[in-house]
């Protein structure tokens, strides 16, 4: 999978090169581009931003420069990505859907947005898919804490970028549609509290059904959201019972 990132912070982008994401760049597993939006300026100054028209506070990045910058990296069959606080809500099925394609390209704006034409002329584009995304609802300061998240979320799925890919089955917000349930390591005493006890049973079955019921308790408690969101058939007897 090919990424490209535009921005006018490029080195916000850094942690990309750390840790797992950093791992499948190096190993060829995903090819990771991050770009200065002020490389397609044309003037002396380097301006990505004008006024608003209309009024109101702050500016708004200009269409032209993002339209140079687009129109070097859009091809057949991109997915051109925009954060704003007005977009839909990315979750881990986002991330799912992603993965499978071929080339996304995130344009991080700031101030007070990129001019809404962006998104509505590439939308036109054949071949190119265009979504306005949000990370949630809070304001960020601009696009690139959302290509982060986009970025580690999509990368750790791709095919042998985590080493054990049983540990993208049982997790948060995965097939199961419910939070995750409490870890444990040694030590079996800290600060005077144990490890519950029959997750040192060695018992599968009731090591699961325990997992089970605690990520039932937590979603309840704190995404009762999920819970009303899951399918009739995804909650057994003994679910509707805890
Ligand atoms: N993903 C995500 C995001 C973002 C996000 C993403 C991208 C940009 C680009 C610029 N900003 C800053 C900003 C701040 C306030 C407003 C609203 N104003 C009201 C009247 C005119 C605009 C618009 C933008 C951004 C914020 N915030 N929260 C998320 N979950």
Redesign the pocket.
């Known amino acids: 999978m090919r990424v490209d990132v535009v921005t006018i912070f490029p080195d916000y982008l850094a942690p990309l090169d750390l840790s797992l994401v950093g791992k499948a760049r190096t190993a060829g597993l995903l090819d990771l581009r991050v770009h200065d939006l002020r490389d397609w300026t044309s003037d002396r100054h380097r301006t990505v931003d004008d006024t608003p028209f209309g009024g ?1 506070a ?1 500016m708004v990045m200009r269409p032209d420069v993002w339209g140079r910058a687009l129109d070097d990296l859009l091809d057949e069959g991109s997915h051109l990505l925009l ?3 007005s ?1 839909t809500r ?1 979750t881990q099925r986002t991330a799912e859907r992603l993965a499978t394609e071929t080339h996304l390209v995130v344009a ?7 001019d809404a034409r962006v998104a509505e002329h590439y939308a036109t584009r054949s071949g190119v898919t265009v979504s306005e ?4 609802d ?6 690139e804490v ?1 290509a982060l998240v986009l970025v580690e979320a999509v990368a750790r799925l791709l095919p042998g970028v985590v080493g054990n890919p049983e540990s993208l089955v049982e997790e948060s917000h995965g097939a199961a549609g419910l939070l995750e349930y409490p870890v444990y390591t040694k030590p079996p005493t800290w600060a005077e509290l144990d490890v519950p006890e029959v997750l040192l049973s060695g018992h599968h079955g009731r090591i699961a059904r325990w997992r089970r019921d605690q990520a039932l308790v937590r979603t309840a408690a704190r995404r009762p959201d999920l819970l009303d969101a899951l399918a009739p058939d995804q909650l057994d007897a003994h679910d509707r019972a805890t």
């Open positions: 109101g702050g954060p704003t606080p977009g990315f991080c704006g700031r101030y007070e947005g990129i995304f949000s990370l949630g809070y304001v960020l300061n601009g696009g959302a």
